[in-house]
């Protein structure tokens, strides 16, 4: 079992900056991938950005891409989501995610197998 708690959310205005976290707890934190996606009012939930095992493998959607960065402390068992040039299509709620089996994390959400509560981020224009 792996439990995930994020927080960092918030109302920003556009142009503006939050870090989002996420602590692990249960299973060894550096034995998986870990990710982050985002769910908006109507829409389906969406890949935002993973990371690998080790950290030194990234990912992002081309939609955050040279504006969000992922990391990870694997001596704190946490996960970071680093969000510069926020824009009103950024607003959502965010949810970080586990991934057992790959070891780079999957881009899908239906491969994920453990999820944190979520985070509202809302950009205002």
């Known amino acids: 079992q792996v439990q995930l708690v994020e927080s960092g959310g918030g109302l920003v205005q556009a142009g503006g900056s939050l870090r989002l976290s996420c602590a692990a707890s249960?299973?060894?934190?550096?034995?998986?991938?870990m990710g982050w996606f985002r769910q908006a009012p109507g829409k389906e939930r969406e890949f935002v950005a993973g990371?690998?095992?080790?950290?030194?493998?990234?990912r992002y959607a081309d939609s955050v891409k040279g504006r969000f960065t992922i990391s990870r402390d694997n001596a704190k068992n946490t996960v970071y989501l680093q969000m510069n040039s926020l824009k009103p299509e950024d607003t959502a709620v965010y949810y970080c995610?586990?991934?057992?089996?790959?070891?780079?994390?999957?881009?899908?959400?239906?491969?994920?197998?453990?999820w944190g509560q979520g985070t509202q981020v809302t950009v205002s224009s």
């Open positions: 995610a586990v991934d057992l089996t790959s070891w780079r994390m999957s881009s899908i959400a239906d491969d994920c197998d453990y």
């Open positions: 249960g299973r060894t934190y550096s034995s998986y991938a």
């Open positions: 990371i690998s095992r080790t950290g030194g493998a990234t």
